[in-house]
């Protein structure tokens, strides 16, 4: 892939946290999760789709929260506990871009906002490796689950998601 270049916020966070990590090159119109999976034959169970969730009502806060492509993120009882608040939702494409500078598809835990909490469901920590987006639509980070622990500002939760209808991210 030609023009290639992961990024800066990215890239820092990886080497500043000492993350064994891969970086795995795809065609941008693969960047979907379900899409990467079929076209790069990697089962949904090892991916991760980071969700940023927007409260509803009073000031807006945004959160940030990993869990596998196969489950389905608990935003009505478990995200809104975790943020004190009590309705969520999914950040529009617009607002994720805007508070984490990532398009859909290419979203990541690793350089985010410094102030933007980051939830993980704790089943990922044990797989051998999860792919998880890194922060533009033209390559993956494959990781080891236990890496993650390394990220200063992560919390791993119980029951952040369940395994009924995947999320369409």
Do not use: W
């Amino acid at each position: 892939m030609i023009g290639y270049n992961l990024d800066q916020k990215v890239l820092s966070v990886l080497r500043s946290c000492k993350i064994d990590h891969e970086i795995v090159l795809i065609d941008p119109a693969y960047a979907d999760t379900r899409e990467f999976c079929n076209k790069y034959n990697y089962n949904l169970e090892n991916s991760g789709n980071t969700i940023i969730v927007a409260s509803k009502r009073g000031p807006k806060k945004y959160t940030a929260c990993l869990v596998q492509a196969n489950t389905r993120l608990d935003v009505n009882k478990v995200v809104t506990r975790l943020m004190g608040i009590k309705r969520a939702s999914f950040a529009s494409e617009d607002e994720t871009k805007e508070h984490t500078g990532m398009l859909i598809g290419g979203v990541t835990i690793f350089g985010l906002p410094s102030d933007m909490p980051v939830y993980a469901d704790e089943r990922i920590k044990v797989l051998n490796y999860v792919i998880l987006g890194s922060g533009d639509r033209s390559s993956k980070i494959k990781v080891a689950g236990s890496e993650l622990a390394k990220l200063p500002n992560i919390e791993f939760i119980s029951g952040l998601s369940n395994s009924n209808e995947p999320n369409k991210r």
